[in-house]
């Protein structure tokens, strides 16, 4: 019987056929825990587990067109705020670990400090979105695909103008999914010192 062990090469020699094999089991164990940890921390039910998220965020986003609408399409906390590509998400799952941390400190514990702190939270978001051309919001929404027929007048008017200027989707949507803090932005209404949700008017009908 022919041996295998001249064609094997020298580490597997030196550690055994054995000990490779578990080692593969082992690897492939590992990597599926891995993954699967990081699966659990990419859905809405973890994103709201601690209270400040279900208490502040969460609850405005289930104001608008992102959480129910007459398509029943939703557009989830990971589908805004986490990379789908692997590479960025693992950069995104590290940067997260700072909100752990304030988390455990309790900076943002009480609506108080959450509102105190809005615009700076609110900050981080949109500069991240912005440097990378507004990439969650691409997943779906495509500047190619658009029918400026189906949109708003504002939007259908807008839209050719904003792509021909460079513009990204954060630059003029912000307060899409969320309470916009006192800042000066030409889409939303003035309420009490912070920016109602607005998403356009519906075209008018001329038949009429």
Wanted: aromatic residues 8%.
């Amino acid at each position: 019987m022919m041996s295998l062990e001249k064609y094997m090469p020298a580490w597997l020699k030196r550690i055994g056929l054995v000990s490779a094999l578990l080692l593969f089991v082992a690897g492939i164990v590992f990597w599926g825990g891995f993954n699967w940890a990081l699966e659990a921390t990419n859905k809405e039910s973890f994103c709201i587990s601690c209270h400040e998220m279900e208490e502040n965020v969460f609850k405005e986003y289930q104001n608008t067109i992102h959480y129910t609408n007459r398509t029943g399409v939703r557009a989830t906390c990971p589908d805004c705020h986490v990379p789908k590509e692997w590479g960025p998400k693992m950069i995104r799952k590290i940067q997260a670990s700072n909100e752990v941390l304030h988390k455990i400190l309790g900076t943002i514990d009480t609506p108080e400090k959450f509102n105190k702190k809005r615009h700076e939270l609110a900050q981080h978001e949109w500069d991240r979105m912005k440097s990378t051309d507004s990439r969650e919001c691409r997943n779906c929404h495509r500047y190619d695909y658009m029918d400026y027929t189906e949109q708003g007048n504002r939007a259908a008017r807008t839209h050719p103008v904003a792509f021909d200027q460079g513009k990204t989707c954060i630059d003029c949507h912000k307060g899409i999914a969320h309470q916009l803090p006192a800042i000066d932005q030409h889409i939303g209404k003035q309420n009490e010192g912070a920016v109602e949700i607005s998403h356009g008017d519906k075209p008018k009908d001329e038949s009429k």
